[in-house]
């Protein structure tokens, strides 16, 4: 009785041993039928990432990565969109608020309107800018336009853009960060003029009115917008594909204070250079054109002395110089402020 319970798992276990040898039997006769070679190390000093060499990224000694497809070889190589030719800025039109300051303490700053005066400095505003873009000459110009929300920009920008016919018009953009230093909500007349003193004692930069914005927090929001603008330009977002020319213009049209911390933020101007400066009229323009290399330069346009009555200095004026012949990504290491500020210079040349 006891031999026929056993018999049964001998047989069990001699099954699984027979398949136990089959299998390492199999697996030698392929491990020296294939001849698998040994496994190389990986160098940790190199990390190969993509499919050839020069597309890897190299690790230096510190830690630090060079990225080569950033590299300028590698941006030439790229088929970015042609950059626009100009950049314009336009102050709106003259405002009810131009003329008569107990506006703002009636109506809410937003919805200002342009007075009549207003509209046809707006009209005059766009007949000059398509003149200036008509001497260029080319068949394929455009203008794409971003405006600031308020009332009086927007219709601005509606009596600009008569001097153009839609076919003309890349497209818009209404842009919250182009609007207005904030003041606070509904203005005390009285009150603003005494804030407005206090504002030249204590710096039109950084000083900041009860409930509203200093200069410096408008720098922080064109900041972004900056960084938007760029990148706009560097995708050609405002020309369809197959239709990129370089003869784009974009039309900024915004506030006085706000274009003149757009000019401060896009060409590194100090705090102090930016209090210098004077504001532009209703209707005003400042241009930004395309240099020989590629970068904005008020020089392009602009006379010496029509940048000198705006309050450019001559440090800034020859960084405008530079900007005329450089290229996109180059920096300029002796300007807008070395001269200026490092005063110890001059006992350097007299040695």
Known sequence: MFHLILFPFLFILCFVASQAMATHSLTTSLSSSLLLPPRKLVNSSF???????????????????????????????????????????VRHGQSQGNVDESVYTRIADPKISLTEKGKAQAEECGQRIREMIEKDEADDWKVYFYVSPYKRTRETLQNLARAFERSRIAGMREEPRLREQDFGNFQDREKMRAEKAIRMLYGRFFFRFPNGESAADVYDRITGFRETLRADIDIGRFQPPG???????????????????FLMRWYKWTVEQ???????????????????????????HHTEEELREFGLTDDMLKDQEWQKIARPGELNYDGPMMSSFFTHFEDDDCQ
């Open 243 to 261: 239709e990129q020319s370089p003869n784009m213009n974009l039309v900024i049209v915004s506030h006085g204070l706000t274009l003149r911390v």
């Open 274 to 300: 930016y209090e210098k400066l004077h504001n532009f009229g209703n209707g005003g323009v400042v241009v930004m054109e395309r240099g020989f290399g590629g970068r904005y330069s008020l020089l392009m």
């Open 47 to 89: 990390i190969q990432c993509c499919k050839t060499q020069n597309e890897s990224i190299e690790l230096s000694t510190n830690g630090k990565a060079s990225f080569p497809e950033k590299s300028p070889q590698k941006q030439q190589l790229k088929n970015l969109p042609p950059r626009p030719r100009r950049i314009i800025l």
